[in-house]
């Protein structure tokens, strides 16, 4: 066998290779469970499902910028846990140390996707300040959504009116962010660690 032909061979055996991990992954996406089916937004179908393939899992986080002038959680404990993943919602329970009273609810309505904030206190009754959030702007992607504050939140808390909460899946790394903006500015950000699940 020539140079050329062993070259050739190297070549076609990568292709094939190559080509097997590819419909290999496409029948791992067809497999994993679907979900949202009433959003009408493929982009917001397809962020859903994403999401939803952590269901039942937990992973640590960290803050990673909070704007000056704000209280630091920078020295607290981050941790999510995907609790819920249903065809029309997804909880994702957010716990700083052991303050339990956070979930981010990401919710299937008249075929949007709503963001919204649950606050509780320790007994389980909501808090006075809680549900705000908003719809996905339309705009996002399967790895990314933005969430400007509607008109519930514009009632429940004035000052949020120009509020957009981003939440945004990286896949290299593989992690999990939450944002919140005001007025363009970035106010706060949080970012966890979906590659190493944490054992609960």
Not at 92 to 118: A, C, I, K, N, Y
């Amino acid at each position: 066998m020539t140079k050329y032909n062993f070259l050739a061979l190297i070549l076609f055996i990568a292709l094939i290779f190559s080509a097997g991990c590819r419909e290999q992954t496409a029948r791992e996406a067809e497999d994993r469970p679907q979900y949202g089916s009433g959003l009408i937004d493929p982009a917001e179908k397809a962020f859903f499902n994403n999401l939803a393939q952590y269901c039942g899992q937990s992973f640590r986080g960290e803050q990673v910028y909070m704007a000056e002038g704000r209280e630091s959680w920078a020295h607290m404990e981050f941790m999510m846990h995907v609790t819920v993943c249903e065809d029309d919602r997804i909880y994702v329970p957010f716990h700083l140390d052991d303050d339990h009273s956070r979930t981010w609810m990401f919710l299937v309505e008249d075929g949007r996707l709503r963001f919204r904030h649950d606050h509780r206190h320790d007994d389980g009754t909501p808090e006075e300040i809680t549900m705000y959030g908003g719809y996905g702007d339309g705009n996002g992607t399967a790895l990314r959504q933005d969430f400007p504050g509607d008109e519930y939140t514009c009632e429940l808390i004035p000052r949020s009116c120009e509020a957009v909460w981003r939440v945004e899946l990286s896949e290299e790394p593989q992690t999990y962010s939450y944002m919140l903006w005001f007025h363009g500015d970035l106010l706060f950000k949080a970012t966890f660690d979906l590659e190493n699940p944490v054992d609960q």
